[in-house]
Nanobody, 114 residues
């Protein structure tokens, strides 16, 4: 089993920045990819960004150039730096981990509003 604990969400004004963190524990040797998805009210969960154990990254078109995903393997932690935030980025952000199984964190709310 793998446990994922997210932190760093909150309320920010348009144009502002936030950094999300996701700390993994448990059977982390089985994890190859970690990343972030988000779900806005009334919408399906969608990909935000992923990063492999080798450091290869993948971003949704809507966040390219504004969000950066990174990974600290020594701390088993993945980060999502979000800059130039827009109201449409408002959602619950979920950390995910993929390997022999798929794991999800509990989610953290990000609200972009003036």
């Amino acid at each position: 089993q793998v446990q994922l604990v997210e932190s760093g969400g909150g309320l920010v004004q348009p144009g502002g920045s936030l950094r999300l963190s996701c700390a993994a524990s448990g059977s982390i040797f089985s994890i190859h990819i970690m990343g972030w998805y988000r779900q806005a009210p009334g919408k399906q969960r969608e990909l935000v960004a992923t990063i492999s154990s080798a450091g290869n990254t993948n971003y949704a078109d809507s966040v390219k150039g504004r969000f950066t995903i990174s990974r600290d393997n020594a701390k088993n932690t993945v980060y999502l730096q979000m800059n130039s935030l827009k109201p449409e980025d408002t959602a619950v952000y979920y950390c995910g981990a993929w390997g022999s199984k798929t794991y999800w964190g509990q989610g953290t709310q990000v609200t972009v509003s003036s």
